[in-house]
């Protein structure tokens, strides 16, 4: 079983910057593609970015293209989004997720196997 823990949410202004990790556990995290995703209050779940297995290949919403970086260090079993330049509605909790695919950046959430708790950011204006 793989356990996924995200954290480096937050409460940030407008325009500032945070950094989400998440930590997988239970196997190793170069055995998956790995993603992230973000639910607004109200909204339906969507995804931010992912990344195949070793980095070599990134996907990123247009609503965070630019503004957002991906990667991943799998000697730490670890993935991270940096996101810069955030706006109010940027406001949500984000989760991390792993999925069988190594080659793919994986867009869609039903192709995940894993998921975490989620880590809450929000973006005062």
């Known amino acids: 079983q793989v356990q996924l823990v995200e954290s480096g949410g937050g409460l940030v202004q407008a325009g500032g910057s945070l950094r989400l990790s998440c930590t997988v556990s239970g196997r190793p995290a170069s055995l998956y593609g790995m993603g992230w995703f973000r639910r607004a209050p109200g909204k339906e779940r969507e995804v931010v970015s992912a990344?195949?297995?070793?980095?070599?290949?990134?996907y990123y919403a247009d609503s965070m293209k630019g503004r957002s970086t991906v990667s991943r260090d799998n000697a730490k079993n670890a993935v991270y989004l940096q996101m810069d330049s955030l706006k109010p509605e940027d406001t949500a909790v984000y989760y991390c997720a792993a999925g069988p695919f190594r080659g793919v950046a994986q867009s869609r959430a039903n192709m995940y196997s894993f998921w975490g708790q989620g880590t809450q950011v929000t973006v005062s204006s």
């Open positions: 990344i195949d297995w070793n980095g070599g290949t990134t």
